[in-house]
């Protein structure tokens, strides 16, 4: 049975072709400038390619170059749609509603819709995505959307309430919803089968361009470093994560400031980049550290300490540790930022081996056998995550 990923941005598309009897990818390729000009790159396993720019004023071109590459290109791995048994998407924000993945109805879109107030760059992308697919792909295929937020709905109110007057969680649902909620899933499982125990308290750090930490209890989470959007938590590539809020006020006033432009400083222009004026990655960020660069370690020391107390206060939130676990690009890369991160752990006798650790994106235990906490890296899969959540819904 073979499975279709898809997630939609408001102006690209990225997506795969799994076959599920192996959860092996076929193929898999990303549009881009969609409303604009438009551009396909598409990849099928075998290693041959297909790239073309053709005009993608909506969503539903692109999905027709995609079909194009999928079934008829140099690098095609189907002979018809009819091979697709179902589409799984990747939703953004589910808010309250959506604690499972589940099946796109009409009422499932309109509900996507409703929280788009929340998510207002995410969830309409989404939409669009879902629809152009129903154009594309027709309405009776089975559509299954998978949402970034649904895991982190198992928090309790003590940990998802903001500390604002609760009329505003009454009229307007302001509350932390978390996000990377299928990776913190994909990879926090991960590490419950690797420990051998379901009864196990778990912390994930997704480390990417947008990073979060996710607090684990017995497989569901309890706390996590999103919140309301995915602004919040510890220093990112160009968000801020967690400010005293007085500081916005304070440089809107100095700077007449509108809340557009706020917004935009503290999404794009904060964060790793922001500190160090070189880049939002972590790579280029290192090498002008290294270079001598002050403001490029600074951000490296900011980031490496944020991370480390998130991670301290997720151990006082479950009263102990089992597994740490770490992800995404710089999480499964950065074997300096690991280092750093166990050392300063080593009063919950956490030790780590050296060599282990200077592997890069490959599921392994950094941790010595003698450690207290495993600790891993477990490189994340949100497309493998959606696709076995589609196969799971529609098998049923
Ligand atoms: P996204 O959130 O966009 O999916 P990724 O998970 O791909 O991002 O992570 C991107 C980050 O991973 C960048 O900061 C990049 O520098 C970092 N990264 C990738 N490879 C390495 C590496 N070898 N060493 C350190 N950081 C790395």
Not at 155 to 183: D, V
């Amino acid at each position: 049975m073979k499975i279709f990923v898809v997630n939609a941005g408001s102006s690209s598309l990225k997506y795969q072709l799994i076959d599920m009897e192996n959860e092996q990818v076929l193929a898999k390729g990303l549009c881009e400038r969609i409303g604009v000009t438009g551009a396909i790159s598409h990849k099928a396993a075998d290693g041959r390619e297909y790239k073309a720019e053709t005009p993608m004023p909506t969503h539903s071109e692109a999905f027709e170059a995609v079909v194009y590459a999928l079934t008829k290109s140099d690098a095609k791995v189907i002979d018809s749609l009819d091979e697709v048994s179902a589409i799984g998407h990747r939703a953004v924000q589910g808010g309250s509603e959506f604690a499972n993945s589940c099946l796109i109805t009409p009422e499932v879109i309109a509900a996507i819709e409703e929280w788009s107030v929340l998510a207002p760059l995410h969830n309409p992308a989404n939409i669009l995505g879902i629809e152009a697919c129903i154009k594309t792909f027709g309405d009776k295929i089975p559509q299954v959307a998978v949402f970034d937020t649904s895991f982190h709905q198992t928090m309790p109110p003590k940990a998802y309430m903001y500390s604002l007057p609760y009329k505003y969680y009454e009229k307007y649902k302001i509350r932390k919803y978390g996000f990377h909620g299928t990776s913190h899933r994909f990879v926090g499982n991960r590490a419950i089968e690797l420990l051998g125990k379901e009864n196990s308290k778990v912390i994930t750090c997704h480390l990417g361009n947008g990073c979060s930490i996710t607090a684990i209890k017995d497989g569901a989470c309890v706390d996590t470093s999103m919140g309301l959007t995915p602004l919040d938590g510890f220093i990112m590539g160009t968000r801020t994560g967690t400010l005293d809020p007085s500081t916005i006020t304070y440089i809107a006033d100095k700077e007449n400031l509108s809340f557009a432009e706020i917004d935009r400083i503290c999404n794009k222009e904060s964060g790793m980049f922001g500190i160090s004026g070189v880049s939002n990655d972590n790579r280029d960020i290192g090498n002008a550290a290294a270079n001598g660069n002050e403001r490029a370690q600074l951000a490296i020391d900011m980031q490496r300490y944020q991370i480390l107390k998130f991670i301290g206060s997720y151990v006082a939130a479950m009263n102990g540790v089992d597994a740490i676990v770490f992800t995404g690009g710089i999480g499964e890369n950065d074997a300096e930022l690991r280092k750093y991160v166990c050392e300063n752990l080593a009063y919950l006798g956490v030790t780590i081996d050296d060599e282990k650790n200077a592997v890069r994106g490959k599921e392994v235990k950094i941790s010595t056998d003698d450690s207290k906490v495993n600790v891993y890296i477990i490189p994340t899969n949100e497309e493998l995550a959606i696709a076995r959540d589609t196969l799971e819904i529609i098998s049923k």
